[in-house]
């Protein structure tokens, strides 16, 4: 079965933000998730499944929040009492 964003387009950025308590927290996130891939990708622009899609790694990492591929911690639990 298919998500609906994969023959979108575009990220799954409602889905991801149902991961995260803000928009901020959404970016900073897909920033840091980001990082992570340039140590696995050498470049920006990667391939990726069977059919060899083309995808910037700040569309992959947002995928990969939203599938829930990456844990996010929210600001607001490392300051609670």
Do not use: C, H, N
């Amino acid at each position: 079965m298919l998500r609906k964003w994969e023959d979108s387009g575009r990220p799954p950025i409602e889905k991801a933000l149902e991961k995260v308590s803000t928009k901020y927290e959404l970016v900073r996130a897909a920033a840091k998730r980001v990082k992570q891939l340039l140590k696995e990708y050498d470049e920006f622009i990667i391939r990726e499944g069977r059919k060899g899609e083309i995808k910037k790694l700040t569309f992959k990492a947002i995928e990969d929040i939203a599938e829930g591929k990456v844990r996010v911690i929210s600001l607001k639990s490392l300051f609670k009492e």
